[in-house]
């Protein structure tokens, strides 16, 4: 037999065709797995090559010299069986045979349930079996909306500015806006490249939403290279470089937007004690748990203007715990879905208070752009019709529109410039890579905007130092970098009798806020609310993790088309509680692409954390039983070692009114520096327990209306 044959024969076993529908190597895996392996997973090749051979002298041993795909499949399945359970009756030597056989479970797995356009899933037969449709029934899918980019070339770039802006996410988006329209002339600088509506078409194997277990370590569109960039895991066995694939790295968008391309948008306000955490609950031992220096009133009026300018649909009657609005939100809530239907009976019964979730997308035609067709593909992915608002598509256009700003990508900021017996800064140093060559460049401004993120903030302030700063720009008392912060999630998944998933997106729908403050016993506590549409891919690997499923055989296929359609998630994000020891340094030994030491994450969560997060866990448990679900299942909670900030990555550089612990003012002006600004959530002393994203927002307002007010 040849390695094709045995390799199709081990295919038909773990995603078998039956029932009227197909198997994986009918469905094309017989084209995606060669492809792959000869490209993206190319690792897995060398395993994969010798497990094929291997797996035949083991099926010769046990059935008197038979090939595997000679035998019937009771005793192909016979054989899978005792190598997942790492029995053999031959030497495999350096090839583990339970690896070999995930590695192939895991591609049939991203080829079969991943989407037709990776060519493993033909003509959507997975899809069609398990119910999954990437738009409601009835809607036509979003044509990718056209766009050419507003950026400017590297050899157009001027000399000097008035402003230059270090990162296009929610901070830096807005900040140049601001600027750019208060007249200053502004440089816009991005890292990663502007990408299209039509290069963030929805690919369920490469994007920003993670998929444990079955998901490829591939790199993503709006995501960084892995090319170049690492940074070092501080864990308990010592430091590890890590890339981006892996989640110990703390991955972030990196294209025009940011994480505004790809995020889930929801908006929700602080309230008022997210801003007064030590004040509501004391300080915890072992942590750094602190007040802002302002509170929800003061930020009030940026609320109000973010959700204005750049677009929120929701329901003003809702978030309870958030302050008196002046006015609503200018769009109606999105169109719930299947799974929000019977949560709002199980929370009848229980008693708690619901709202829609308030989301940075249009629920109607607004802008010139029109209104949200409930496609499935939302969180993670590109909004191939622009329905989602990010800054790529809502401010900064405004900014380019005043002739004032330009926005350079794919350039990287090396260091924040000073000069002068004063140390003040003057400008950054820039470097790219055209042609095979590293380009580098300094470009001055009177001001400094830095909003690249809270781990690439501290960062570029850290490889910032000078002799006056040896440690670091407005690092005098070790305060940058400290605090990192991200968002633990937790909460349950729930099994009903009937299907309650529509696949009408972008999903999360009703929201419950009576778990965000003042339970007892606790500090904080978090927002819930239902998901939103889970892929196929990545309902699979949570299947498989929580045991509801098999990994391979008819067993596995048929659990998916029984299970998908009636599995729901309720899930928000903890109050994490901060530490100071919980930072970014910078790793002298380790450097990128472009030779700059890259950032370090060290720290632990504090207890508190998981507390919040098994109390959360329970109560969502509580209303999807209270909904009619049959079966929970917990979900999420801190990770085993390190920080969360892989999701909502913020604190790095706190604001206060003593320099001696904080990194800025009030306003985001750098102490010490007061032309050197932040404008992105490392100014954020705590993280809420809910999304932050309309706090990055309204924070960018209040520290470039100050800058352009002065």
Same mark, same amino acid.
């Given at each position: 037999?040849?390695?094709?044959?045995?390799?199709?024969?081990?295919?038909?076993?773990?995603?078998?065709?039956?029932?009227?529908?197909?198997?994986?190597?009918?469905?094309?895996?017989?084209?995606?797995?060669?492809?792959?392996?000869?490209?993206?997973?190319?690792?897995?090749?060398?395993?994969?090559?010798?497990?094929?051979?291997?797996?035949?002298?083991?099926?010769?041993?046990?059935?008197?010299?038979?090939?595997?795909?000679?035998?019937?499949?009771?005793?192909?399945?016979?054989?899978?069986?005792?190598?997942?359970?790492?029995?053999?009756?031959?030497?495999?030597?350096?090839?583990?045979?339970?690896?070999?056989?995930?590695?192939?479970?895991?591609?049939?797995?991203?080829?079969?349930?991943?989407?037709?356009?990776?060519?493993?899933?033909?003509?959507?037969?997975?899809?069609?079996?398990?119910?999954?449709?990437?738009?409601?029934?009835?809607?036509?899918?979003?044509?990718?909306?056209?766009?050419?980019?507003?950026?400017?070339?590297?050899?157009?770039?001027?000399?000097?500015?008035?402003?230059?802006?270090?990162?296009?996410?929610?901070?830096?988006?807005?900040?140049?806006?601001?600027?750019?329209?208060?007249?200053?002339?502004?440089?816009?600088?991005?890292?990663?490249?502007?990408?299209?509506?039509?290069?963030?078409?929805?690919?369920?194997?490469?994007?920003?939403?993670?998929?444990?277990?079955?998901?490829? #370590?591939?790199?993503?569109? !709006?995501?960084?290279?892995?090319?170049?960039?690492?940074?070092?895991?501080?864990?308990?066995?010592?430091?590890?470089? $890590?890339?981006?694939?892996?989640?110990?790295?703390?991955?972030?968008?990196?294209?025009?937007?940011?994480?505004?391309?790809?995020?889930?948008?929801?908006?929700?306000?602080?309230?008022?004690?997210?801003?007064?955490?030590?004040?509501?609950?004391?300080?915890?031992?072992?942590?750094?748990?602190?007040?802002?220096?302002?509170?929800?009133?003061?930020?009030?009026?940026?609320?109000?203007?973010?959700?204005?300018?750049?677009?929120?649909?929701?329901?003003?009657?809702?978030?309870?715990?958030?302050?008196?609005?002046?006015?609503?939100?200018?769009?109606?809530?999105?169109?719930?879905?299947?799974?929000?239907?019977?949560?709002?009976?199980?929370?009848?019964?229980?008693?708690?208070?619901?709202?829609?979730?308030?989301?940075?997308?249009?629920?109607?035609?607004?802008?010139?752009?029109?209104?949200?067709?409930?496609?499935?593909?939302?969180?993670?992915?590109?909004?191939?019709?622009?329905?989602?608002?990010?800054?790529?598509?809502?401010?900064?256009?405004?900014?380019?529109?005043?002739?004032?700003?330009?926005?350079?990508?794919?350039?990287?900021?090396?260091?924040?410039?000073?000069?002068?017996?004063?140390?003040?800064?003057?400008?950054?140093?820039?470097?790219?890579?055209?042609?095979?060559?590293?380009?580098?460049?300094?470009?001055?401004?009177?001001?400094?905007?830095?909003?690249?993120?809270?781990?690439?903030?501290?960062?570029?302030?850290?490889?910032?130092?000078?002799?006056?700063?040896?440690?670091?720009?407005?690092?005098?008392?070790?305060?940058?970098?400290?605090?990192?912060?991200?968002?633990?999630?937790?909460?349950?998944?729930?099994?009903?009798?009937?299907?309650?998933?529509?696949?009408?997106?972008?999903?999360?729908?009703?929201?419950?806020?009576?778990?965000?403050?003042?339970?007892?016993?606790?500090?904080?506590?978090?927002?819930?609310?239902?998901?939103?549409?889970?892929?196929?891919?990545?309902?699979?690997?949570?299947?498989?993790?929580?045991?509801?499923?098999?990994?391979?055989?008819?067993?596995?296929?048929?659990?998916?088309?029984?299970?998908?359609?009636?599995?729901?998630?309720?899930?928000?994000?903890?109050?994490?509680?901060?530490?100071?020891?919980?930072?970014?340094?910078?790793?002298?030994?380790?450097?990128?692409?472009?030779?700059?030491?890259?950032?370090?994450?060290?720290?632990?969560?504090?207890?508190?954390?998981?507390?919040?997060?098994?109390?959360?866990?329970?109560?969502?448990?509580?209303?999807?039983?209270?909904?009619?679900?049959?079966?929970?299942?917990?979900?999420?909670?801190?990770?085993?070692?390190?920080?969360?900030?892989?999701?909502?990555? #913020?604190?790095?550089?706190?604001?206060?009114?003593?320099?001696?612990?904080?990194?800025?003012?009030?306003?985001?002006?750098?102490?010490?520096?007061?032309?050197?600004?932040?404008?992105?959530?490392?100014?954020?002393?705590?993280?809420?327990?809910?999304?932050? $994203?309309?706090?990055?927002?309204?924070? !960018?307002?209040?520290?470039?209306?100050?800058?352009?007010?002065?």
């Amino acid at each position: 037999m040849t390695p094709r044959q045995t390799l199709r024969a081990l295919v038909d076993r773990i995603v078998p065709e039956g029932d009227g529908h197909p198997g994986a190597w009918e469905a094309g895996a017989d084209g995606f797995l060669p492809r792959m392996l000869a490209g993206e997973a190319r690792a897995d090749a060398p395993l994969i090559e010798a497990g094929l051979v291997l797996l035949d002298a083991e099926s010769a041993a046990r059935h008197e010299g038979a090939a595997f795909a000679a035998l019937d499949a009771a005793r192909q399945d016979g054989i899978v069986a005792e190598l997942l359970a790492g029995r053999s009756r031959v030497p495999w030597g350096e090839v583990a045979p339970d690896t070999f056989v995930l590695a192939v479970i895991r591609l049939c797995a991203q080829g079969y349930w991943g989407d037709p356009g990776n060519g493993g899933n033909r003509n959507a037969a997975s899809w069609r079996m398990i119910g999954y449709r990437p738009v409601p029934g009835g809607a036509a899918p979003p044509e990718p909306a056209s766009a050419t980019p507003p950026t400017t070339p590297w050899e157009r770039v001027a000399d000097r500015y008035d402003a230059v802006v270090v990162g296009s996410g929610a901070g830096g988006g807005v900040a140049a806006c601001v600027l750019a329209e208060a007249g200053h002339r502004v440089l816009l600088v991005e890292r990663g490249p502007w990408l299209t509506p039509e290069e963030l078409i929805p690919d369920h194997l490469r994007n920003q939403r993670g998929v444990p277990r079955v998901g490829g #370590a591939y790199d993503t569109p !709006a995501g960084p290279p892995a090319r170049g960039n690492p940074r070092v895991h501080a864990g308990a066995s010592g430091d590890e470089v $890590v890339w981006p694939a892996d989640p110990r790295w703390s991955n972030n968008a990196m294209t025009a937007g940011g994480g505004t391309r790809v995020y889930g948008a929801q908006s929700w306000r602080f309230c008022a004690e997210d801003f007064a955490m030590a004040t509501t609950y004391g300080v915890p031992e072992d942590s750094s748990l602190a007040d802002w220096p302002f509170g929800e009133a003061d930020l009030a009026p940026d609320y109000d203007r973010a959700e204005w300018e750049l677009g929120v649909s929701g329901d003003p009657a809702g978030n309870s715990c958030a302050g008196p609005r002046t006015r609503g939100y200018p769009m109606p809530p999105v169109r719930p879905n299947g799974t929000a239907r019977v949560l709002a009976a199980g929370a009848r019964r229980l008693g708690l208070a619901t709202s829609p979730v308030p989301l940075l997308i249009n629920s109607v035609p607004r802008d010139g752009r029109g209104g949200c067709v409930g496609c499935a593909t939302c969180v993670g992915f590109g909004c191939p019709g622009e329905f989602k608002n990010g800054t790529h598509n809502t401010v900064i256009p405004r900014a380019v529109a005043t002739g004032r700003c330009d926005v350079l990508t794919g350039a990287q900021a090396t260091r924040v410039l000073t000069g002068g017996p004063a140390g003040r800064v003057s400008g950054v140093a820039l470097a790219a890579e055209a042609g095979g060559r590293v380009l580098r460049r300094e470009v001055a401004a009177r001001h400094v905007v830095l909003a690249a993120g809270a781990v690439e903030t501290a960062r570029l302030l850290l490889n910032s130092a000078s002799d006056r700063e040896p440690r670091g720009l407005g690092n005098a008392h070790d305060q940058v970098g400290r605090h990192l912060q991200g968002h633990v999630y937790a909460g349950a998944f729930g099994l009903f009798d009937e299907p309650v998933q529509d696949c009408v997106g972008p999903g999360p729908s009703i929201a419950t806020n009576d778990f965000r403050h003042h339970n007892e016993g606790l500090v904080g506590g978090g927002m819930l609310a239902n998901d939103f549409v889970p892929t196929p891919l990545q309902t699979f690997g949570t299947l498989t993790a929580l045991g509801a499923v098999p990994a391979w055989g008819a067993a596995a296929k048929e659990g998916m088309r029984a299970l998908y359609p009636r599995l729901a998630l309720v899930t928000g994000p903890v109050q994490e509680i901060p530490r100071a020891g919980v930072r970014v340094t910078v790793d002298a030994g380790t450097r990128d692409r472009f030779g700059v030491p890259v950032a370090r994450l060290a720290g632990n969560l504090h207890p508190e954390d998981a507390r919040n997060a098994a109390f959360l866990s329970g109560r969502a448990a509580e209303w999807l039983t209270a909904a009619g679900a049959t079966t929970v299942f917990p979900h999420g909670g801190p990770p085993a070692a390190g920080p969360s900030a892989g999701q909502h990555q #913020a604190g790095t550089c706190r604001m206060g009114t003593d320099p001696a612990v904080s990194v800025t003012d009030p306003f985001g002006t750098v102490w010490g520096h007061d032309n050197l600004h932040v404008a992105d959530a490392s100014l954020h002393v705590t993280n809420g327990g809910v999304n932050p $994203v309309l706090t990055v927002l309204a924070l !960018a307002y209040r520290v470039s209306g100050h800058i352009g007010a002065a």
